[in-house]
């Protein structure tokens, strides 16, 4: 496989990886509804940068060596996962939505793409979708390997554009208490999913 089909199965991982919601999925919509187009989009960077890294692990060989250090690990990776993803929910929840977009998207970029970047770093769920995906596309010759993780990074920043600028013309469209509700809504999805992480991560120690 090379050139354009290495690209093209690149963007079709991305895109297997990228869509089914989860905690990315969650952050990202609460923060286009909270904060605007960018906050939102920002964070679903932040996404796209780790599944890149991963991808590039997983195709140039690195992740197979790494595999063995990290199997001692797993539990620890799921708690700190789970902390954060917990700290995220209290967070949202103590907070409400407010219309000034225009601050808002600007103090909320940087922070919001460095948050995202830790939160997926530390998502056990990214490296076991892609252990999954992966195998279902020819492997790329050593040449196009870097088209195919060019095809996933453009497929995921794709997809996380389109929904922030969705939820984000949804935000002008209703009214501040909806926006309230659905951003409480997603910090009790959030905090969910932490918890489930949290007893995945005790069966994982007991």
């Known amino acids: 496989m090379n050139g354009m089909s290495a690209f093209l199965s690149g963007a079709t991982v991305g895109l297997a990886i990228t869509v089914p919601v989860g905690p990315m999925s969650v952050l990202c919509i609460q923060r286009a509804l909270s904060f605007g187009a960018a906050a939102g989009f920002a964070t679903g960077l932040g996404a796209a940068t780790v599944l890149a890294v991963y991808t590039a ?7 197979s060596a790494m595999l063995p250090a990290l199997d001692g690990c797993e539990a620890f990776v799921s708690a700190v996962s789970a902390c954060l ?7 949202i929840l103590s907070r409400s939505v407010s219309l000034a977009g225009a601050v808002a998207e600007g103090r909320g970029v940087l922070s919001s793409y460095g948050s995202a970047v830790a939160c997926a770093l530390l998502n056990p769920l990214t490296p076991v979708l892609l252990a999954a995906v992966l195998p279902a596309v020819a492997a790329p010759e050593p040449a196009a390997a870097s088209t195919m993780i060019a095809g996933v990074f453009a497929a995921s920043v794709t997809w996380w554009m389109l929904v922030s600028g969705g939820v984000a013309a949804l935000r002008s469209r209703v009214s501040v208490a909806l926006l309230n509700l659905i951003n409480k809504a997603s910090g009790l999805a959030l905090g969910a999913l932490g918890l489930m992480m949290a007893v995945q991560t005790y069966g994982l120690r007991f």
């Open 57 to 63: 692990c997983a195709v140039m060989g690195p992740g």
């Open 85 to 91: 993803l917990l700290w995220f929910s209290a967070r």
